[in-house]
């Protein structure tokens, strides 16, 4: 009688060596796409705030061109709040808006939020805990132009993990200083 020593299966060594690589391998490829995904939200929150911050600098651009005449006051240390009058072309009224910066809101205009956002909101707590607006000044250079500063800080565990800052030069038509 003979013998068959023809062995095609794996044996259970085999087997156990191959479910320990491919579950290593998947869990590395689990771990990278939670890593990926997660810097992609931080970058979309990042990008979102940054909008935020140069449309808010923009808007409040528009309204100093054109204004009859400012007034800067220095609110803390890190924000300034700005008296902007100027006339309404339609009524011919002449109107006054303050612009100040909220510590954890953003930009107001007579105490309403610029572009109705409330940053609060957008950032997701398990990515950035918070975001703080870490200054707001406005900078005389010249008698008809002006610098705009807003310094924007991202937190995740009480630890500073981005800053960022945006400037706006602004050239005032019609100042009277």
Request: hydrophobic share 40%; net charge positive; charged share 20%.
């Amino acid at each position: 009688m003979m013998k068959n020593n023809n062995n095609n299966g794996f044996t259970l060594i085999e087997v156990l060596i191959t479910i320990l690589i491919v579950s290593i391998f998947v869990s590395g490829l689990t771990i990278l796409t939670i890593t990926i995904k997660e810097y992609m939200a931080r970058n979309w929150i990042i990008r979102t705030i940054d909008q935020y911050s140069n449309d808010s600098l923009e808007l409040l651009s528009h309204k100093l061109i054109n204004c009859d005449s400012l007034l800067i006051r220095k609110q803390t240390e890190f924000f300034d709040k700005i008296f902007i009058y100027s006339t309404d072309f339609n009524t011919q009224d002449f109107k006054r808006e303050i612009v100040q910066c909220n510590f954890n809101q953003g930009i107001k205009i007579n105490n309403e939020l610029i572009l109705n956002t409330d940053i609060q909101k957008i950032i997701s707590k398990n990515i950035i805990d918070n975001v703080k607006f870490d200054a707001f000044n406005a900078i005389l250079i010249s008698n008809n132009e002006i610098k705009l500063l807003l310094t924007i800080e991202y937190y995740r565990k009480d630890n500073l993990i981005y800053r960022n800052s945006y400037i706006s030069k602004t050239y005032l038509k019609n100042i009277g200083l």
